[in-house]
């Protein structure tokens, strides 16, 4: 497809279960966000990857929380041992370049942590 | 902390009306955007204004932007229902965009 592709749409899990959020970012696109969406909220910011630059992981909220981006297209962001507090949408962006320009979001993992 | 704080927290118009949306921020900024979120969806971006321009327009939206102020308004001109959705204003600084906690906007038909 021509856009941001998330997967899965809705995760459910049980406190203390791993989970993993994959972004598949539009073609192209050398930088890949993750922004963490609680209900009712904006956005935060959680990680950055430009090209094959260090990532800018200063988001993340705890060590729990990784991600990666393998040859420089498709992202994971894992979360390890959820908690309750990581119930929350988790959106991906990608976008042409270095600068922050216009941002093109993925419709989220709603992520739920019974 | 959010950079950007939008204002009001939701706003309530009748179709046909404008609605304006502002957002003040804390430090300089290389640009700012607006985005738009239907419920349950992901963001769409509506437009971008540098930091050495004033004011731009795009349909019926017009963004202005004040940097002495630290300051923009997003401005929906002659609102429609399906107007009707969640708007972000983010700031744009290095390599991160942060975003405010945004505008609930309802427009009655």
């Known amino acids: 497809g021509a856009g941001v592709s998330q997967s899965p749409s809705n995760k459910v899990t049980e406190k203390g279960k791993d989970v993993e959020l994959r972004c598949d970012p539009i073609s192209g696109h050398t930088a890949l966000y993750w922004y963490r969406q609680s209900l009712g909220q904006g956005l935060e910011f959680l990680i950055y990857f430009q090209g094959n630059s260090a990532p800018d992981k200063s988001g993340l909220p705890s060590d729990r929380f990784s991600a990666e981006r393998t040859g420089g297209s498709v992202s994971t962001l894992t979360i390890q041992r959820t908690q309750q507090e990581d119930s929350a949408v988790y959106l991906c962006a990608s976008s042409l370049g270095r600068d922050t320009g216009e941002l093109f979001f993925g419709e989220g993992s709603r992520l739920t942590v019974l | 902390s959010q950079q950007g704080e939008e204002d009001p927290q939701a706003l309530s118009i009748q179709e046909g009306e404008n609605a304006t949306m502002n957002c003040s921020y804390k430090?300089?900024?290389?640009?700012l955007q607006w985005y738009r979120q239907n419920s349950g969806r992901g963001l769409v971006h509506l437009i971008l204004?540098?930091?050495?321009?004033r004011e731009k327009h795009s349909g019926r939206l017009r963004v202005t932007l004040d940097t002495s102020k630290k300051s923009s308004s997003l401005l929906i001109t002659a609102s429609r229902a399906a107007d009707t959705a969640s708007y972000f204003c983010a700031t744009g600084k290095g390599n991160k965009l942060v975003f405010g906690a945004g505008t609930i906007l309802r427009v009655k038909s």
């Open positions: 204004i540098r930091s050495n321009e």
């Open positions: 430090t300089s900024i290389n640009n």
